[in-house]
């Protein structure tokens, strides 16, 4: 029974082997054990062994009676651990979890609810054509952020590498308000610059401070899902309202709800559809929130990415009441990972946004701030910008040309001025939704529109992103997505 070569303690070889007897029922209720000094010899160890076993079985019950007047199986064991056998009672307790009410916050019930409007992104993301949201990973310069790095890491300022203000680095926000300034037309000094992990967490902070249960909230039709899971936090209304060509339609969102408190919006390159809002409508939003003491959240995501047509400055620059909450992102720019994003806030909306952001998380980790920074200074972020551009053109016109070549006749994929990703559109009688599922058996990574959709007849297409695919993978791609194709309209 005794392993002398176990990593346990004898006395724990001992006090186990009873342990287990008696819960298999081996040893019953009242049955007396050996005297120490007895079970000591039979065993060959120390007295002081078997007492250390008893002392621990004493102790967690199992034991009753005492030096001189006898050991015993305790009478009354928990009638659970009798009988019952150690794969027995793991069963019972997984039971007991599954079946237990949560006793968990109105809010923390709420999130488990909507947990099917959070995005799940796939974790063993292969890079199959044609997922969309990417940035071309391998064209990033590693080289001169490493080296930044490197740099930074031989010698660490010491503001670097203590707590930070929650804001973020002031460095990233001066760089990035200067940014923003040329690049969007943004109206911003760098105290409204608020550091946050990505778009994603911007988003939450905002519904968190202007959201209350129940508040109706205007989101686009079809909609970015990150975006609709951080507002339904805050356990709101979602109030949806179809887009058309000039984007975001204020009339058609008044005909659906007249006391919608916030409005979350994509006007420089709707998604996912592309489109851009027009600049009437941009004025009208405007002018609706400042009448009715409402927010308008913009979501400029990927406005870097403009190939054709006049680009539109942000919706922000356009305000004058301080009624826009810009947020920006880098994970299309530099890459997702990184975490790092920002909110531009009307000046005396900058205290309660760093209170609430400081409570999240305290702030986005420094170091990656002051290399980003740096980055930005030294002029690397602009000239990857100029690069990227030029090759997501070129990409989109690959993608453009393959999809004339192989799928004409069955995928009608239309030119867009801007963004990562082109739209496919499919007739009627082909559903996209049963397209994508197809092409993800074939190793194809597509989103239907539906999957974005509140509407439950929604557009009937294809979301094909291209960004981070060369010209081999695009055209692998799209003959695999003819096969799934022909065999749909067969
Ligand atoms: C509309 C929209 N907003 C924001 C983001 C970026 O979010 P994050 O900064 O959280 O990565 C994306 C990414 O796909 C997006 O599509």
Known sequence: MLNEKSAAPLYRQIYEAVRQAILTGEFQPKMPLP????????????????????????????????????????????????????????????????????????????????????????????????????PAL?????????????????????????????????????????????????????????????????????????????????????????????????????????????GFDLSEALGKSKNAKLVYVTPSHQYPLGLTMSLARRLALIDWARANDAWIIEDDYNSEYRYAGRPLASLQGLDRDGRVIYVGTFSKTIFPSLRLGCLVVPKDLIEVFTIARSLNDLHSPLIEQAILAEFIAEGHFARHLRRMRKLYEERQKILLREAKKQLEGLLEVREADAGMHLIGWLPDEIRAERVAKKAAQNNLKISPIAAYSFNPHPPNGLILGYASYNERQIKEGVSLLKKVLLEEYD
């Open 138 to 246: 391998d064209e990033f310069p590693f080289d001169v952020w490493s080296r930044i790095a490197q740099k930074l890491y031989k010698n660490m300022p010491r503001e670097v590498l203590g707590y930070g203000e929650p804001e973020g680095y002031r460095p990233l926000r001066e760089a990035i308000a200067a940014h923003l300034k040329l690049a969007r037309g943004v109206k911003c000094d760098y105290a409204q610059v608020i550091i946050t992990s990505g778009a994603q967490h911007a988003l939450t902070l905002a519904g968190k401070i202007f959201l209350e249960p129940g508040d109706e909230v205007w989101m686009e039709d079809p909609c970015y899902l990150g975006a609709r899971g951080a507002l339904l936090s805050a356990e709101i209304k979602p109030i949806a309202v179809p887009v058309d060509a000039d």
């Open 35 to 134: 005297a120490t000094r007895l079970l000591a010899k039979q065993l060959g160890v120390s007295r002081m062994t078997i007492i250390n076993a008893y002392d621990q079985l004493f102790a967690e019950g199992y034991l009753e009676g005492r030096t001189g007047a006898g050991t015993y199986i305790a009478s009354e064991l928990p009638e659970e651990l009798l009988e019952m056998s150690k794969a027995t009672r793991r069963r019972t307790a997984e039971k007991r979890v599954a079946a237990r009410s949560l006793n968990i916050s109105s809010q923390g019930s709420w999130l488990a609810k909507i947990g099917a409007n959070v995005l799940r992104l796939d974790r063993a993301m292969k890079f199959t054509p044609f997922q969309h949201g990417l």
